[in-house]
């Protein structure tokens, strides 16, 4: 039998926490399925090579049938060259006394000469999925300095939040995960994101009947949108394999796409950050959450959806934050 050309997956902050938990099962087929071999690239600053050498002497002891080598650099210009998925993991966290902007101008210091390097040495297929925060104004950094890159290249992590609102509606409705479809993140990965149940059901009746419109509209919402909060508070320390979960999910589904409908009602969608083109309002140019399905290696917004006055507000309310950062940014000369 013919091996599969290998897919080139370029991981930055391989030496972190998030990298750890990712690498293992991206070697062993879980983001990329049982028949695509994969290359690693793993990107770190010096000071985080030791612990990235470490990970991939392990990745070698794990003598994965599907991983075709490991590669380190301290280079963007390396680390991406021929990157068929850029999974951009390292940023800089926000320290003691930092303003918004410090953070953002740090992070620009890393995206924008990430998105570069993307520009000139990925693969014309390359698609970017951000997880380092602020990630959505860090991938609309790296976007806008990735050249021809086609936009809807570089995505941002919401997946991670639209898991936490299935896991905590589920918990709520004491049904299985998997009585559970329509659920929406709208806008930016932050406190202001918003987890919608207005089109979401639970074994197939409005999941709002369930739960009340009082729970659904309001604790629901605070308990999803600082669930990172949450679990910094009892674990000190953001979250590691969670996040290493939804990155793989959010590109395997993006590569080999959604779910097809089951019972003849519509497909199941998804929740990722994604290069908005105005639909429901969201001025253009953005990478906000929407409701997505993946198909042919492409994410589609489903569109159509009512959206009540409530939900208005709360998208518009997320949506000015990421226009504010957008802003930011573009005064710091970062994009
Ligand atoms: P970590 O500190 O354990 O690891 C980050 C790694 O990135 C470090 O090894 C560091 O050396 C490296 N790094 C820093 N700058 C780099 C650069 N320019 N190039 C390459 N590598 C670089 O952090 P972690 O726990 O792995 O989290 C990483 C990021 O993910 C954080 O920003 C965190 O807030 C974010 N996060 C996002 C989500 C999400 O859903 N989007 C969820 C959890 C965490
Ligand atoms: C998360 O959602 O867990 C991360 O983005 C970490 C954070 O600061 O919330």
Known sequence: MTRNTPTTITLTGAGGQIGYAALFRIAAGDMLGPDRPVRLRL?????????????????????FPLLEGVELSDDPNVAFDGANV??????RPRGPGME??????????????????????????????????????????????????PAERFTALTRLDHNRAVGLLAAQASRPVT????????????????????????????????VGAEWG????????????AEII??????????????????????VLGTPAARDGGPAPWTSAAIHSRGEYGVPEGLISS?????????????????V?????????????????EREAVEELGLV
Request: aromatic letters at 4%; glycine letters at 12%.
């Open 290 to 306: 929407f409701p997505v399905r993946s198909a042919g290696g492409e994410w589609q917004i489903v569109e159509g959806l009512s």
């Open 86 to 91: 850029a999974l951009l993991v390292g940023s």
């Open 233 to 254: 508070e009892v674990r000190d320390g953001s979250s590691v394999a969670s996040a290493a979960n939804a990155a793989i999910e959010h590109v395997r589904d993006w």
């Open 100 to 149: 918004r902007g410090d953070l953002l101008a740090a992070n620009g210091a890393i995206f924008g000469p990430q998105g570069r390097a993307i520009g000139v040495h990925a693969a014309d297929d390359v698609r970017v999925a951000v997880v380092g925060n602020p990630a959505n104004t860090n991938a609309l950094i790296a976007q806008r300095n990735a050249g021809d890159v």
């Open 43 to 63: 990107l770190e600053i010096p000071q985080g090579m030791k612990s990235a050498e470490g990970a991939a002497m392990e990745l070698a002891d794990c003598a």
């Open 179 to 210: 009585a559970i479809e329509g659920i929406t993140i709208w806008g930016n990965h932050s406190a202001t994101q918003y987890p919608d149940l207005s089109h979401a059901t639970i074994d197939g009746a409005p999941a709002i009947d369930v």
């Open 217 to 228: 509209r309001g604790p629901y919402i605070e308990r999803v949108a600082k669930r990172g």
């Open 308 to 324: 009540d006055e409530f939900s208005r507000g709360r998208i518009d309310a997320s949506v000015a934050e990421l226009v504010a």
